[in-house]
C-alpha cells in the first residue's frame, strides 16, 4: 500500500519572501489554476526570511528586524546552491556553494533553520538528519543584510538524495553521472504539461518516447544532465516512458495521476514502486507533481 503524509506547517513566521522564488522557471509547464489565498500562505511558508547568525544549528527562527538601511551589495548575487550530499548515518551532508563568507541558511516549515557559513571560498557544508518521509526546506544566503533564495525548494528523502523541486521545471536531483540515458524525475502539472530530467554521458543526444509515440529530443550539458519538455500532456494512466540516446536506453512504467492538493502542509508525500511522489505546491498557487524514479531499474 502506497504511504502517505502530509508534514505539520507553521505559516505565520514564514510571509516573507514568497515573491522571490517566482521568477526562475527554465522549461515552461502549462499554468494551471488554484490560486486560493490559503494556498499562496501555504507556498510562503516554505519561502525564507532569511536571517544573518554566526553560530550554527538548528534553533527556533526569528525574523530580522528591519533596520531601513540599504544592502552594501545591490548588485547581483548568484543564488546558493546544493552541488553534493553525503550519507552518514542517519543524516545526510549538504555541500554547496555561495557568496564568500555569506550566511548559509535551510529553512523548514515548522520554524527551525539550520544555519552555517560559507568559507572564503564559498563553500558551505551543513547537516541534515534524515526522517521517515521526504522534508522539504527553504534554501537562502545572507550577505551585508541582502538574503538571496535559491531556486527552488530543497527537499531531503528519506534514503539521504537531495532534491531541487523547481516550479514550471524538470526536477534537479543530486545523483552521480551515468554512461547510458537515466531518468532520474519527472514532473507534470494537472493539464498534463510534463518535463523529464535525468542523465547521460556529456554531450549526448538523445530521444523520449511515450507509448512508443516521440515526444522529445534533447542533448546534455557538460556535466551529462539533461531536461526534455514534453510535446504533449501526459494522460492520466500507467504510460510507458522511455529515453534512448547514445549509450543505451531505459524504459519505464508511470502510472500518471493527477497532482493531488496537499492537506495541512506545503507538499504531499506518496512512496510508490519507482520512488517518491510530491505533490506540492507551487509559487503560484499551483499544485505540481515530481515522480523520483530511485526505485526504476
Not at 553560530?55 to 538601511?69: F, I, L, S, Y
Not at 551589495?73 to 550530499?85: N, Q
Not at 544555519?115 to 551543513?126: C, H, V
Not at 526522517?131 to 526546506?137: D, Q, T, V
Request: glycine share 14%; hydrophobic share 40%; charged share 20%.
Amino acid at each position: 500500500m502506497d504511504k502517505v503524509s502530509a508534514p505539520h506547517v507553521n505559516t505565520q513566521e514564514w510571509a516573507a519572501g514568497a515573491s522571490a522564488a517566482v521568477g526562475y522557471a527554465m522549461i515552461r509547464i502549462r499554468k494551471i489554476g488554484f490560486k486560493s489565498a490559503s494556498a499562496f500562505a501555504v507556498i510562503a511558508a516554505l519561502a525564507l526570511a532569511g536571517c544573518d547568525r554566526d553560530e550554527e544549528g538548528w534553533r527556533p527562527d526569528v525574523a530580522p528586524a528591519n533596520t531601513g538601511q540599504a544592502a552594501p551589495h545591490a548588485g547581483y548575487l548568484k543564488p546558493p546552491r546544493v552541488l553534493s550530499t553525503e550519507r552518514r548515518g542517519d543524516a545526510v551532508a549538504l555541500s554547496g556553494e555561495a557568496a564568500p563568507l555569506a550566511s548559509v541558511r535551510l529553512g523548514a516549515p515548522t520554524g527551525e533553520a539550520l544555519l552555517g557559513k560559507a568559507d572564503a571560498a564559498g563553500r558551505w557544508r551543513l547537516v541534515v538528519p534524515l526522517a521517515a518521509e521526504p522534508r522539504l526546506y527553504g534554501l537562502s544566503m545572507t550577505l551585508e543584510g541582502r538574503t538571496v533564495q535559491a531556486q527552488g525548494y530543497l527537499m531531503v528523502t528519506p534514503s539521504g538524495n537531495a532534491v531541487m523541486l523547481r516550479a514550471g521545471a524538470g526536477a534537479e536531483v543530486m545523483a552521480p553521472g551515468s554512461a547510458s540515458p537515466r531518468m532520474l524525475a519527472i514532473d507534470y502539472d494537472r493539464s498534463g504539461g510534463g518535463v523529464i530530467s535525468g542523465v547521460a554521458a556529456p554531450g549526448a543526444g538523445l530521444g523520449v518516447r511515450v507509448d512508443r509515440a516521440t515526444r522529445g529530443e534533447s542533448k546534455t550539458d557538460a556535466a551529462g544532465r539533461f531536461t526534455v519538455s514534453l510535446s504533449q500532456a501526459l494522460e492520466a494512466g500507467p504510460r510507458v516512458i522511455q529515453v534512448s540516446g547514445e549509450g543505451g536506453e531505459q524504459q519505464i512504467v508511470l502510472e500518471v495521476v493527477p497532482p493531488q492538493p496537499p492537506s495541512g502542509g506545503p507538499a504531499r508525500s506518496t512512496l510508490t514502486p519507482l520512488g517518491w511522489r510530491i505533490d506540492w505546491m507551487t509559487p503560484g498557487g499551483g499544485v505540481q507533481t515530481t515522480q523520483l524514479l530511485e526505485g526504476a531499474q
